[in-house]
């Protein structure tokens, strides 16, 4: 149980465009979903967090313009990275708390962005 | 505010030995811990988690985790290591009460010799 998918698991964009990015829970209930990103050989840094139905609260530093959030239900969220630039190469992982029980979050495989 | 520190970012150990990882945290208010492994270019898997009650949490794969709130303290050990252990190893920690933000340590990259 407790399973999180996102798609894709990797993408490829020209600089410019924008991406979005699906984090589902397959099999609960998410009342709050977490994005973080990674960098190369470094730890998570949360971006932000969302409830479903409500806006996402971000993170100091982390550009609420560029980096949109929806969580329209309780099993998707979505990442949008608008207007993505070389920098934005990152990878992505969300993770959600399952309805009820709030102390675990389960983390998405991960989603590689590279722009070019 | 907390925080996580995981000493030793690289740690190495033949196949058969004991794993120890190292964690400490700073935590205003009693914290929830926990361990997570990630394997390249993949998400986080949970190892084990310590809420409340027994101090020695048993995890998967054989990984263990024993609270000592005097050392603020939350080191995960293995008996034997295997091959297939050889990954990255976060701990993190949030508090009772609060959205569940995690705030992870820099992580433990593990080798296993064989």
């Known amino acids: 149980g407790a399973v999180v998918s996102q798609h894709p698991s990797w993408v490829i964009c020209k600089s410019g465009t924008s991406v979005k990015i699906e984090c589902r829970s397959l099999?609960?209930?998410?009342?709050?979903m977490f994005w973080y990103r990674q960098f190369p050989k470094q730890s998570l840094m949360l971006m932000a967090t969302?409830?479903?139905?409500?806006?996402?609260?971000?993170e100091q530093g982390v550009e609420k313009d560029k980096f949109l959030i929806n969580h329209a239900s309780l099993t998707l969220s979505t990442l949008t990275v608008t207007s993505a630039h070389p920098e934005d190469s990152s990878f992505y992982i969300c993770?959600?708390?399952?309805?009820?029980?709030?102390?675990?979050?389960?983390f998405g495989p991960g989603t590689r962005l590279t722009v070019l | 505010a907390q925080s996580v520190t995981q000493l030793g970012s690289h740690v190495s150990v033949s196949e058969g030995a004991l794993v120890l990882l190292r964690c400490n945290y700073s935590?205003?208010?009693?914290?929830?811990l926990f361990w997570y492994v990630q394997y390249p270019n993949q998400g986080l898997q949970l190892l084990l988690k310590?809420?409340?009650?027994?101090?020695l949490v048993k995890g998967i794969n054989g990984f263990e985790a024993e609270f000592k709130k005097s050392e603020t303290s939350f080191h995960l050990t293995k008996p034997s290591a295997h091959m297939s252990d050889a990954a990255e190893y976060f701990c993190?920690?949030?508090?009772?009460?609060?959205?569940?933000?995690?705030?992870f340590g820099s992580g433990t990259q593990l080798t296993v010799l064989p």
């Open positions: 935590s205003s208010v009693p914290p929830y």
């Open positions: 099999d609960f209930q998410a009342t709050t």
């Open positions: 993190a920690v949030t508090l009772r009460g609060s959205a569940r933000q995690l705030t």
């Open positions: 969302s409830n479903e139905g409500s806006k996402a609260t971000y």
């Open positions: 310590y809420t409340t009650g027994a101090t």
């Open positions: 993770s959600a708390n399952e309805r009820g029980l709030r102390d675990t979050q389960y």
